[in-house]
């Protein structure tokens, strides 16, 4: 994906939405290396259950070695053969890989201008790539910011599906550890968003 070299005036509140959305994406992407470890230790929340989520987190960040959350990563998104948990919509949505909701976004991406980037090879039908692709609408990373209509309708065909579901999962997982509070944060953050997409429609 290119960005376009382009300055756009975004509201604080949405570049924090954004902001979050790639912080996900980037924490289920890859295993955290010890820079995004140092940042993630600097985090602060508050009272609610996502500050919460997002407090924990913090405290792990700082307790936790880069090998250590590799091997965690490994063993949930990775495995022999496979992970604990297939962290794409086909999967969640229909029990198998590539299948109708991957085609859906692949349309939808087009019409947008997204492609895939050269040197990935996952069906973008996962969730880091849909959390990327909703932080990059909201602030115009690949054009103009999409309208809060369109960043709606991206969210309730693509994410709101199953995103809480796989947030729900990965807080459960038996493997664990890190994750269960990036499960906390995303599973929490899915749902304030869907209220207020849901607010903002009526």
């Not at 991406?109 to 996952?122: H, I, K, Q, Y």
């Not at 369109?150 to 997982?173: K, M, S, T, V």
Request: proline content about 4%; aromatic content about 10%.
């Amino acid at each position: 994906m290119t960005e376009t070299a382009q300055t756009v005036r975004v509201a604080e509140e949405d570049r924090l939405r954004a902001d979050l959305y790639n912080f996900l994406g980037l924490l289920l992407s890859n295993p955290p290396d010890r820079m995004l470890l140092d940042q993630t230790a600097g985090l602060q929340g508050d009272e609610s259950e996502l500050g919460q989520g997002i407090t924990t987190l913090s405290k792990l960040a700082r307790l936790t070695k880069p090998a250590t959350v590799q091997s965690e990563f490994n063993r949930l998104f990775i495995g022999l053969g496979r992970g604990e948990l297939l962290p794409y919509a086909s999967y969640y949505l229909t029990g198998f890989l590539n299948e109708k909701p991957l085609a859906a976004l692949r349309q939808d991406m087009t019409a947008r201008g997204l492609s895939r980037a050269d040197n990935v090879f996952e069906p973008e039908d996962n969730i880091a790539s849909l959390m990327e692709m909703m932080g990059a609408m909201i602030v115009g990373r690949f054009g103009t910011p999409a309208t809060l209509g369109q960043q709606r309708d991206f969210f309730n065909r693509h994410i709101a599906p199953w995103a809480g579901h796989f947030f729900a999962d990965l807080e459960g997982a038996k493997n664990s550890v890190f994750y269960v509070p990036v499960g906390t944060v995303g599973r929490c953050f899915m749902a304030i968003e869907s209220e207020a997409f849901r607010m903002s429609a009526g």
